[in-house]
């Protein structure tokens, strides 16, 4: 069946690096793009979205990427922070708006101080 | 405090013995949701709500019910649960229109803090 996935399970950076997360996805129909944070013991947190018709979309630290002739999301945080250690999941919607969801397995960043 | 608040948030029952999960939020969002967070599969979407009696099946419905008759609440019914059901139960809201970018985004979901149900 569909499915988004991730590249890597777990990623390690040191502090003050920048952090990269990958995500595959695999339907072209897909159409809206969001990425969460979900701390030990919490609900996920939204992060950032991006639309299909976007390849580009930034925030505060953080940097969304939608290549989508290889379909294909990352995720980039800037000077990453031992705050920022948690598990990270994509997500993708085929509804545009986001209204059904799926959500892919995660990856955990640790953040090395 | 704008949030979204789920009851109970530990549960532990046996096969087949009828139980509600409620969620409820206080920041008027027409969109509410819920999703089941099982170790290496990530969120799987179970049921969702545009609004007041407006309910959509997600990814994994079987075995679950819900209902919309108000917007502010939005429970998970579990008719017969059954050890399969075992799970970290999230409910999340949003203040959401298709199409349409409001304060920068299309759709930010706002999570409670989930309820972890076990099923003997």
């Known amino acids: 069946g569909e499915s988004v996935g991730l590249h890597l399970p777990t990623l390690s950076v040191q502090e003050g690096d920048n952090s990269i997360i990958n995500c595959a996805y695999s339907n072209s129909a897909s159409d809206y793009f969001i990425w969460y944070k979900q701390e030990s013991g919490k609900g996920p947190q939204f992060i950032i979205d991006i639309r299909s018709n976007m390849d580009k979309r930034q925030g505060q630290r953080v940097t969304v990427l939608l290549n989508k002739t290889v379909k294909h999301l990352s995720l980039q945080i800037a000077a990453t922070q031992p705050g920022d250690s948690a598990v990270y999941f994509c997500a993708e919607s085929r509804d545009g708006g986001g209204f059904k969801t799926i959500f892919g397995a995660g990856t955990r960043l640790f953040v090395k101080a | 405090e704008a949030q979204v608040t789920q009851n109970p948030r530990y549960l532990i029952t046996v096969t087949g013995k009828k139980l509600t999960v409620t969620c409820s939020q206080n920041?008027?969002?027409?969109?509410m949701s819920w999703y089941r967070q099982d170790p290496g599969l990530g969120l799987r979407q179970i049921y969702y709500s545009m609004n007041v009696e407006v309910t959509d099946k997600g990814d994994v419905p079987e075995g679950y019910k819900v209902s919309r008759k108000e917007k502010r609440n939005f429970p998970l019914i579990l008719e017969s649960p059954s050890p399969n059901q075992t799970s970290l139960y999230f409910c999340?809201?949003?203040?959401?229109?298709?199409?349409?970018?409001?304060?920068?985004?299309?759709?930010?979901?706002?999570f409670g803090p989930g309820t972890r149900l076990t099923v003997l």
């Open positions: 920041m008027n969002h027409e969109y």
């Open positions: 999340a809201s949003s203040l959401s229109y298709p199409n349409i970018w409001i304060l920068g985004t299309l759709n930010e979901q706002f």
